[in-house]
């Protein structure tokens, strides 16, 4: 079992910026993925972006050059640094962690609001 803490959602203007963070704690495997989702009101849960214990990545396209995925390994935590944000940014922001497989998610993260007003 892993267990994953979020912080960092709120209220931002837009063209603001946010910073989320999820820590991940238990049975944590050398080779995993961390990454989030959101899901904005009346729509399906998306991709947003993942990094891999190697620091690979990978970015949804419509927040590729504004968000910057991150993580600190030694502290199991993975970091969402989102710039510019569009008030179309607006979800609940779930973090993920995957034990093999990139962006498909083993556990999820209880989700963190972020609201961007116009």
């Known amino acids: 079992q892993v ?10 203007q ?3 910026s ?13 080779g995993n993925s961390m990454g989030w989702y959101r899901q904005a009101p009346g ?7 993942f990094i891999t214990s ?3 990545t990978n970015y949804e396209l419509s927040v590729k050059g504004r968000f910057t995925i991150s ?6 935590t993975v970091y969402l640094q989102m710039n510019s944000l569009k008030p179309e ?3 609940v ?4 962690y995957s034990e093999y497989r990139r962006s498909i998610p083993d556990y999820w993260g209880q989700g963190t609001q972020v609201t961007v007003s116009s």
């Open 43 to 49: 729509q399906q849960r998306e991709f947003v972006a």
């Open 54 to 56: 190697g620091g690979i």
């Open 89 to 91: 940014d607006t979800a």
């Open 71 to 76: 993580r600190d390994n030694a502290r199991n």
């Open 14 to 16: 837009a063209g603001g």
């Open 3 to 12: 267990q994953l803490v979020e912080s960092g959602g709120g209220l931002v």
């Open 93 to 96: 922001y779930y973090c993920y």
């Open 18 to 30: 946010l910073r989320l963070s999820c820590a991940a704690s238990g049975s944590i495997v050398s």
